[in-house]
């Protein structure tokens, strides 16, 4: 079993910037994709950014060059950071990652979400 514990999120300024953080704990081999996923109400959730173990990211258009996402592999960790937030970015993130436990499966494990509002 894998927990994924998420922190960073609050409520910020159009403009402002926030880092979100997600690190994962129990039994783990690798995480060859690590991303993160937001869900404004009444939308269906969207993928922001994802990375895979190798260092490759994909992002959303709409964050393009405002978000960067990066992992520390050490710490099973994963991180994104946000700058220049707009209105529209205000919703519930939650982290996502794909894990090899230690039965060599593959597993989805999604964090519990953490907030972001960004007021205009």
């Known amino acids: 079993q894998v927990q994924l514990v998420e922190s960073g999120g609050g409520l910020v300024q159009a403009g402002g910037s926030l880092r979100l953080s997600c690190i994962a704990s129990g039994s783990i081999f690798s995480i060859p994709v690590m991303g993160w996923y937001r869900q404004a109400p009444g939308k269906q959730r969207e993928l922001v950014a994802d990375i895979t173990s190798g260092g490759r990211t994909k992002y959303a258009d709409s964050v393009k060059g405002r978000c960067t996402i990066s992992r520390d592999n050490a710490k099973n960790t994963v991180y994104l950071q946000m700058n220049n937030l707009k209105p529209e970015d205000t919703a519930v993130y939650y982290c996502?990652?794909?894990?090899?436990?230690?039965?060599?499966?593959?597993?989805?494990?999604w964090g519990q979400g953490t907030q972001v509002t960004v007021s205009s």
């Open positions: 996502l990652m794909r894990v090899i436990g230690g039965d060599l499966a593959t597993y989805e494990y």
